[in-house]
């Protein structure tokens, strides 16, 4: 039985480090490097996993989701649906006092949920919610099946076709395009070879100061099963990141020199005002390509309408006349999201204006051997 090193490569500096560390560890013979190809790629993370491969001798197997089964069924779903149902806004109910009120099951309990709080899992109240109005039917219309059943079939891109899957694009709050694209091939794929009789350590380029969300990672975790968790780099700076990168003759991906401060899905539906701004700037064929994806996962929704990214103070009601370029209009305006920001307007994005202060590294220090 032999142990198997996967190393999933997101085409950033995080992954380029992981793989470099495993390279300089373990050699090259018993590394797997992976990448989950979302479909929402910059050509840039293409070429620069070419190029890491050339510059490297490796090579990284390219994963990629498919949802053509998925979309089957949800197209045999629609011809067949006959449920009539409504969907309602909702409202916190508050007593008298301000205090809120806990939601309650049929015999009178309060109903919990579990939740985090400084590190401890604890029992918290749901709060009660009240309808509003008179609610919306949501049923599909017979208009509304005939467009989705036109138009919902698989198109090959794994982003796109998980969002026709859904009747929406992922959110904050519903990150489900992370599972799907990129956790849940990775896993398909280690899980073949742990039933293939290898022991699979799984090398994750984590850094706790990346988010909140990270702070807690664990450097090793044993999932079972004959697999394992690495996270090498996990309490790593991004300085240290570019800085070990370098000393190892392997540049940077140039989207980070292009005012991207992750280099991922182009966009992601957690791209701050800046990076989105950036985008509108130097890279507007990815905004017209998600107002296309908005016009067609809209059109095979039930809702009849989706957005990529909600633009602040636009309601989903309003989303179908405000997609991604509302969101770009209001990522170029200044604080508060009224004026629009003229000096900005003037800005030359010719240059670098990488997140990392990597201006003079790119041109002197980073150049590969
Ligand atoms: S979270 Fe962002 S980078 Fe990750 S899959 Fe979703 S859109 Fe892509």
């Known amino acids: 039985m032999s142990i198997k090193h996967v190393i999933s490569v997101s085409g950033g500096k995080d992954s380029a480090a992981t793989l470099l560390l495993a390279i300089e560890r373990f050699g090259k013979a018993n590394l797997v490097p992976i990448f989950c190809d979302t479909g929402n790629e910059h050509q840039a993370v293409y070429d620069y996993l070419v190029y890491m491969e050339s510059a490297l001798g490796i090579t990284i197997t390219r994963l990629r989701a498919n949802f053509d089964a998925e979309i089957a069924a949800k197209r045999k779903f629609i011809a067949c649906d006959k449920r009539t149902r409504r969907e309602y806004e909702t409202a916190l109910v508050f007593d008298v006092n301000g205090e809120p009120v806990p939601k309650r099951d049929g015999r009178g309990n309060i109903i919990t949920r579990k939740v985090k709080r400084d590190g401890q899992e604890i029992d918290e109240p749901v709060q009660k919610t009240r309808k509003i109005g008179g609610g919306r039917r949501v049923r599909w219309s017979n208009k509304g099946k005939r467009r989705a059943l036109e138009l919902l079939l698989p198109t090959g891109n794994p982003f796109l076709d998980l969002c026709m899957w859904k009747g929406r694009f992922p959110s904050r709050k519903a990150q489900f395009c992370t599972e799907e694209l990129k956790r849940n091939p990775a896993v398909e794929f280690q899980m073949a ?177």
């Not at 095979?300 to 991604?324: E, L």
């Not at 305006?333 to 920001?341: A, C, L």
């Open 193 to 369: 070879l742990v039933d293939a009789g290898h022991t699979v350590v799984s090398w994750q380029g984590i850094r706790r100061d990346e988010s909140q969300n990270r702070r807690n990672a664990k450097k090793f975790e044993t999932v079972g099963g004959g697999l394992y968790i690495f996270r090498p780099i996990v309490e790593w700076t991004a300085l240290q990141v570019f800085e070990y990168c370098a000393s190892q003759g392997v540049k940077p991906n140039p989207l980070y020199l292009q005012g991207m401060g992750r280099v991922g899905c182009m966009p992601c539906i957690n791209a701050n005002k800046a990076e989105l701004k950036q985008i509108a700037d130097r890279f507007p064929e990815h905004v017209e390509r998600i107002h296309a994806w908005e016009l067609l996962v809209g059109t095979v929704s039930k809702r009849q309408a989706a957005t990529f990214i909600p633009a602040p103070g636009i309601t989903p009601a309003q989303a179908v006349d405000h997609g991604i370029y509302a969101v770009i209009d209001w990522a170029r305006t200044t604080r508060g999201g009224k004026q629009r920001d003229l000096l900005a307007i003037l800005d030359d994005h010719s240059g670098c204006s990488s997140s990392y202060g990597l201006c003079d590294q790119a041109s002197h220090e980073l150049e590969v051997a």
